[in-house]
């Protein structure tokens, strides 16, 4: 099964994905995640990555999509996940071009729906360990002794710089403008489901598995 997660920034996806790959043996494919992954690789496509980041230039349409692609060769019976991409309809016109050309399909797109002042509370207490990903937060989830990972023990906790209120409005009005139309897109054709993405972790995980269903 090969999903997307739609969702505007903090709407959870990345959390909701890690629970994917590990019931279900899925890939989850980051965009964040592979262009630094490709970046320390020294492939071709890697050294390319490091250039523009070098630069401080944003990463053009055809690096991500030559990503997508290189991914989409390995053999992953479990299916994949996109998080993060597509972000356009461009790239979703790309997305659906390469899965096709390796005898793929697109199941379902989940649409995780966010209230956005909610979203702005959730996203400002947020902070993760550094070493692990885990994610926490000020009110609804703290570790069990603070500044310590319940998952890995480390004491590296993080908090993004971005992670404040008017930073967030900021990123949401931009994946507004760019990113929402792909509703409407996915709707169309069918594939669309939404779910609530503010509810408890577990109750967002069970609406997700009958989407998927």
């Known amino acids: 099964m090969n999903i997307i997660l739609l969702g505007p920034p903090g709407a959870g996806k990345g959390t909701q994905a890690r629970r994917l790959v590990e019931e279900r043996n899925m890939i989850q494919l980051s965009t964040g995640d592979m262009l630094r992954e490709a970046k320390d690789s020294g492939t071709e496509m890697g050294e390319r990555v490091a250039k523009v980041m070098a630069a401080g230039q944003l990463v053009t349409d055809e690096i991500v999509i030559g990503l997508i692609e290189e991914k989409l060769q390995g053999d992953n019976a479990g299916g994949f996940i996109f998080d993060g991409f597509p972000r356009t309809l461009p790239q979703a016109d790309a997305l659906g071009a390469l899965l096709t050309k390796y005898g793929k399909s ?108």
Do not use: W
């Open 106 to 213: 697109l199941d379902v797109v989940v649409e995780m729906q966010v209230d956005d002042e909610a979203l702005v509370n959730r996203i400002t207490g947020r902070f993760t360990c550094g070493n692990c990903g885990e994610v926490y937060h000020d009110d609804t989830k703290r570790p069990a002794k603070d500044d310590v990972c319940d998952v890995c023990g480390e004491s590296d906790m993080k908090r993004r710089a971005d992670d404040n209120a008017d930073a967030l409005r900021t990123r949401l009005m931009e994946y507004y403008k760019k990113t929402s139309p792909l509703i409407g897109y996915y709707y169309a054709k069918g594939d669309l489901r939404s779910i609530n993405g503010l509810g408890e972790i577990e109750d967002v995980a069970g609406e997700i598995k009958a989407a998927l269903s």
